[in-house]
């Protein structure tokens, strides 16, 4: 067994422990996003947080992280897993898996893992709320995915946001170009930083990523997208740029927007929140994918789905001083001065009945409960003493309003209180 270290153990590096209250506004910002998905009729789907790592592998070899960001190991039959890097691999696996009835709209939440530098807005192990649609290739589905997490980030109150679109276009487009800008980018090397020439090899577009200013100047003159699309895939994408119009929906078009994963096709788009680093200031982003479908032993299938970091999206609230974290809200604290069984019984009787409710364990003083009652944030101290225990009744006293208390029989407590609160 390994000693604890002289201060004892801490989260690995990159890993966070999130304490209350940010952990409830995490919970509050998921519920969130699922009252607007749902409302637009995708259902949760809860994946294993470990896949085959064969999974995850056909998200792209030419991608980081797959190639050196991903936490897989030896299970102990002697498989190769993974934790999840990221969860559009996994939703589509379990598509082909099951066979859903198509369309297929779900949406999911969880943590992904990635061995990356950590700083801030990036983690080892971070969260993320995202959607996949299966089975569809109508442009305005591109219109509805991009909408629901504008309309997301609108409700969590955020307003320094900005929408980045771009078309890839069609595999046979998408090869064109990556061979135009690897040309470009072989014929300037020598302005190529040292990070770039290595992606370079592996792949070319990743480099128009790139946010060193040394290559932000050769990425400036490299060949556009829009240069390289068929008439299909530039009708599908002013389809899309129509419908975001039509949905008043602000965006800026980035040609050189090309996302990291390597199933992208078509419409490609990002969320970058302007209140953040520009480092970490991309808050969500996704597109439309094919082949990963067929390429996990599927049917050829349409897909296209987001996801939005969940941490960065949190950072963005900050930066703007939005969506605060939620208040304690406790109905009842319950202050005995009768050895215990009230404090035991009535705290019992409240939330069975729906309210909120705490005490203070062991025999405190009188000084110590009404302390406790204050620190806890709820709206009422119950007192019992053996005045009201004879009288079969409880005091009231409202904890905000000045202390206001006043003297309610037992049998009617929870009714008063409901009337109260
Ligand atoms: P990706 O799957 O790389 O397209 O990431 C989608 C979103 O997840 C990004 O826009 C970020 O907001 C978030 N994200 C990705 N990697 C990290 C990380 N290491 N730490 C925190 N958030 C991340």
Partial sequence: MTDAPPHGFRALTGMRDVLAPESSRRRVLVGQFADVVEAAA???????????????????????????????????DGSRIALRPEMTAGAVRAFVQHSPVLPWKVWYSGSNFRHERPQKGRYRSFDQVGVEVLGVDDPDLDVEVIALGWRFFERLGLRDVRLLVNS???????????????????SRRGDLSEKALET??????????????????????????????????????A????????????????????????????????????????????????????????????????????????DRTLLACDAEGVFPAPARALDAFVVDLVGGDAARDLTHALRAAGLSADRRFGAGSMKAQMKAADRSGARFALLV?????????????????????????????????????
Avoid: W
Avoid at 203 to 221: T, Y
Avoid at 277 to 291: H, V
Avoid at 385 to 393: K, M, N, Y
Avoid at 402 to 416: N, P, S, T, W, Y
């Fill in 42 to 76: 995708y259902q949760e789907l809860v994946l294993p947080l470990v896949e085959d790592l064969g999974v995850f592998l056909r998200v792209g070899e030419a991608t980081d992280v797959v190639t050196k960001e991903m936490y897989d190991f030896v299970d102990k």
């Fill in 385 to 421: 003493g053996s005045d009201e225990l004879d009288a079969g009744e409880v005091t009231v006293r409202d904890l905000r309003e000045g202390g206001e208390q006043r003297r309610v029989a037992r049998d009617h407590l929870i009714d008063d209180l409901r009337t109260h609160l």
């Fill in 200 to 237: 370079l090899g592996r792949n070319p577009l990743r480099v128009l990523d790139s946010k060193r200013p040394e290559d932000r100047a050769v990425v400036a003159d490299a060949p556009r997208v829009a240069d390289h699309l068929s008439d299909e895939s530039a009708a599908h994408f």
């Fill in 239 to 310: 389809r899309v740029l129509a419908g975001l119009d039509a949905l008043r929906i602000p965006y800026t078009v980035e040609d050189r927007l090309v996302r990291g994963l390597d199933y992208y096709r078509r419409t490609t788009f990002e969320y970058v929140a302007d209140s953040l680093d520009s480092a970490q200031n991309a808050i969500g982003g996704g597109g439309r994918y094919d082949r990963l479908a067929e390429d996990l032993g599927g049917p050829p299938t349409d897909g296209i789905g987001f996801a939005l970091g969940v």
């Fill in 168 to 186: 890839l276009g069609e595999h046979a487009d998408r090869a064109r170009y990556s061979e135009a800008v690897r040309s470009h980018l072989e």
